[in-house]
């Protein structure tokens, strides 16, 4: 527990966190924003609700590549630490 309080006291001068945040406050604002229009425009709701985003060749165009790059990724990340 002491290690979790350790990492969150640390979060403001994380190199980690401000290149995440940005990206993080982002989504979190397109979220919100897609949420509120929803509310209003119950019309939108519908729409998005019936647009087909599970589609297998719709994941895997998005999916293969963010695999590729992690895997990549991961070896650099190994070859650092063998050296």
Do not use: G
Not at 2 to 18: F, G, K, M, N, V
Not at 22 to 30: D, E, I, K, T, Y
Not at 73 to 80: E, G, P, V
């Amino acid at each position: 527990l002491i290690r979790y309080a350790r990492h969150l006291l640390s979060w403001p001068t994380s190199t980690t966190a401000e290149r995440v945040l940005p990206a993080a406050s982002f989504f979190v604002l397109w979220s919100a924003s897609v949420a509120a229009a929803c509310a209003l425009e119950p019309s939108l709701a519908s729409a998005l609700r019936r647009a087909s985003f599970s589609s297998s060749v719709l994941v895997s165009t998005f999916l293969s590549p963010i695999a590729l790059l992690l895997t990549l990724r991961t070896n650099r990340a190994l070859d650092r630490l063998l050296d």
